[in-house]
């Protein structure tokens, strides 16, 4: 078993109270599942957020996380939430958070919030996920059809292989490889082993030398931002230097339009007083010069979206020196793994042990949706193809650098018009 499965299987079985020479559990039959639909978020709000607390999932699939998508961005593309509780007798097994969205003139289902979540997935009971029969996702997919009729094919997007060390039954359902991979790092004990395990000291002691010259240009403080009203402007703030940045790398950008912003600005309020949520600042004389947004799993930290001003400090790494700062925090909380999500971005592989795949998984059920979904299959293998050859992504990424310089020029301003407006709405 690899490291930090064994380490997330370990700390299940402390949960769970199971030894390591238990007895196999009876599987379980999809028969056994009585299906509930509820097409609105509040409807599942008390029993989502009472069920999360202990479910096999990821941060993204909280309650929180989906009412602010779902408030902020959930109507772009005609998206009506399609929540699947999956009761065994009185006691809830897995939820199921699907959408039905409008999609290249068909209606696909889809993990709700699938936009913008790194990983997606469903919340599962953790002893039901060790109990299912290998058919699982298939069978619930098969009593969807039939509950719900109207659905042209199922578009399942950026699926962890697993949830708590365990197999995600969604992600091997005739799936593809997503676009790039996921990557993570073990934890050590203390800094100094970690640190040394995956950089040499030279390189340590220029890291050192610069945290000491950026300090020289004012009071340097690492934070995590509580403040509801901060925290809201500074997400803002994190998203604009993203976006610039992205675009002058000639990269894709997720969080461009108004309703990615309006979605993280949300989520970033409402989950101030969230420990699994958090927002980490270098701050130079009170000003946030580089920002990060993190994601606590257990005991695993995803690191989601960060970015650093450019100007003077930016000469001195401060995106690089907060990521050793929040390293140095999630090995005081005892924290085990350390997950940089998916995308496959060079600075990722100094620190990593491990990739993982993310999986797509695509089920046409009619004419329409074998169309639609063939065309969204040739779209995800050519993004892939393009990523895995240096010339043609060096190609992409200049023809993709000069339209942001284009729509830059055509509407100049707008961004900070936009910016501007949010942080004071």
């Known amino acids: 078993m690899d490291l930090d499965l064994a380490v997330t299987e370990k700390s299940y079985q402390a949960e769970a109270g199971i030894g390591v020479f238990a007895a196999p559990l009876r599987p379980l039959t999809t028969a056994e599942f009585e299906l509930r639909i509820l097409n609105d978020l509040a409807d599942a709000r008390e029993t989502w957020l009472a069920f999360e607390e202990g479910a096999a999932c990821t941060p993204f699939q909280s309650y929180q996380w989906m009412h602010a998508w779902q408030f902020a961005a ?44 790194d990983y997606n997935g469903p919340l599962f009971d953790l002893d039901t996920l060790r109990r299912l029969p290998a058919d699982f996702a298939a069978a619930i997919v098969g009593r969807l059809r039939n509950l719900v009729p109207g659905i042209d094919y199922m ?83 994190l998203v604009a230097w993203k976006v610039a940045q992205l675009e002058a790398r000639g990269e894709r950008v997720a969080f461009a339009d108004a309703a990615a912003r309006r979605f993280l600005r949300e989520l970033a309020r409402v989950t101030s007083d969230d420990p699994r949520y958090r927002l980490y600042a270098l701050k130079l004389d009170g000003r946030a010069v580089a920002l990060a947004f993190c994601l606590v799993d257990h005991a695993r930290l995803i690191y989601y979206l960060c970015a650093y001003e450019e100007g003077r400090a930016a000469r001195y790494s401060p995106g690089l020196l907060l990521l050793v700062h929040i390293f140095k925090q999630a090995i005081g909380e005892g924290l085990e793994v ?69 729509k830059r020029g055509f509407a100049a301003g707008s961004q900070a018009g936009d910016l501007e407006r949010f942080e004071n709405s």
């Open 338 to 406: 350390f997950d940089f999500s998916n995308g496959d971005e060079n600075y990722k592989a100094q620190w990593i042990d491990r990739s993982d795949a993310i999986l797509v998984s695509f089920v046409p059920f009619t004419l329409r949706g074998r169309l639609a979904a063939g065309l969204d299959r040739i779209e995800l293998e050519a993004v892939r193809r393009v990523k895995r050859h240096p010339r043609l992504r060096a190609v992409a990424n200049r023809l993709l650098k000069s339209w942001w310089d284009f």
């Open 74 to 117: 959930g109507g772009r593309n005609a998206v009506s939430p399609l929540v699947v509780l999956g009761y065994r007798g009185d006691r809830l097994a897995f939820i199921l958070p699907f959408a039905v969205e409008q999609w290249r003139g068909a209606r696909r289902l889809v993990w709700l919030g699938h936009e913008l979540a």
């Open 155 to 237: 578009y399942l997007a950026k699926q962890p292989e697993s949830l708590r060390g365990l197999p995600n039954p969604f992600a091997g359902f005739r799936s593809v490889p997503f676009t790039c991979r996921a990557h993570s790092a073990v934890l050590s004990d203390n800094w100094q082993d970690f640190s040394l395990a995956h950089r040499s000291v030279r390189s340590l002691r220029r890291l050192g030398e610069k945290e000491r010259k950026l300090a020289r240009l004012g009071e340097l403080a690492f934070q995590a931002v509580s403040s509801p009203i901060e925290r809201r402007q500074l997400m803002l703030r």
